[in-house]
Structures are given as structure tokens and as C-alpha cells.
């Protein structure tokens, strides 16, 4: 065995290096973020102009607004016209956050923020319902499961 020793060992390294453990990894490649598709932002802009018409059904315009929007003698805020209780029961059920009133009318008041969560109730429920007027006026039912086909 002594005489096939040293020929053995060079070959025994060989085949350790063969493996995973020598051979060089070339750097990872940085992930490149990918936007939204062509597709996406169609469907995203049908969705935003849905939300802005609901806006303008329900307060008159859409976007941010430097005054107060109320409603119903102070019952309903912002451009979406939600009550202090939807407002927080939508927020809830969406992603857990407990509200305040005064919370929750502060974000029924921030166009974004409401905004969103209509959105979320429109498209991800299936709720128009919420807006009865304007869901009539606007065939929301409709364009929502339009859009949501796309």
C-alpha cells in the first residue's frame, strides 16, 4: 500500500476539489426590482379611476383637500363620506390596526389613506354596497367585476 500512497493522495485531493467546497461561486447578481407589468398599471389606473369617480359622486371632487369634508350634518368624512365606525371596522378587518374615532376621522379626512382602503373594499370585498347612491349612479358593481377580470 505504500507504494500506491503517494500517487493516491494528489488524486484523493482532486476529486475533494471536484465538489462544491473548490470551485469558485461567481457573486451573486443583485436583484433587480421588477415593476408593475403594462398589464398591471392598466388595471391599477382602471381601479384609480373608479375610486376617483366614487369620490366625485360622493364629496364633489377627488384628491387631496386642504378643508375639512363632512357630510350628513358631520357624520360622514372626507372625500369617501365614511362614518367614524366604518372607517374603523374596514380598517380592522383590512390589516388589523385598531382606530380611534378621532383616529379614524383623521384618516377618512387624508385622501390617500382613504383612498386605499376603498379601493381594498371595492376590489378585494366586493363591497360597493357601502356607497349606495353612488353605487346605483355609478354602476360600481359592474366596473368593479370588470375591472376585477382583467
Avoid at 29 to 53: C, F, I, L, N, W
Avoid at 83 to 107: C, H, M
Avoid at 112 to 140: I, Y
Amino acid at each position: 500500500m505504500n507504494a500506491f500512497q503517494p500517487t493516491l493522495l494528489p488524486i484523493l485531493l482532486a476529486a475533494l476539489c471536484v465538489g462544491p467546497g473548490c470551485a469558485k461561486k461567481p457573486p451573486p447578481a443583485a436583484a433587480v426590482p421588477q415593476g408593475p407589468t403594462e398589464h398591471e398599471q392598466y388595471v391599477q389606473s382602471r381601479k384609480d379611476e373608479v375610486v376617483q369617480s366614487l369620490a366625485v359622486c360622493e364629496s364633489g371632487s377627488w384628491g387631496p383637500h386642504s378643508n375639512r369634508i363632512s357630510g350628513g350634518r358631520g357624520s360622514y368624512h372626507g372625500r369617501f363620506q365614511y362614518t367614524p365606525r366604518t372607517y374603523i371596522t374596514l380598517q380592522q378587518r383590512r390589516d388589523g390596526t385598531v382606530l380611534t374615532t378621532r383616529e379614524a376621522i383623521e384618516a377618512a379626512q387624508d385622501y390617500e389613506k382613504a383612498a386605499a382602503l376603498t379601493s381594498w373594499v371595492m376590489f378585494e370585498q366586493g363591497e360597493t354596497w357601502h356607497w349606495p347612491l353612488c353605487n346605483r349612479k355609478l354602476g360600481l358593481a359592474a366596473k368593479v367585476q370588470e375591472i376585477n377580470a382583467l
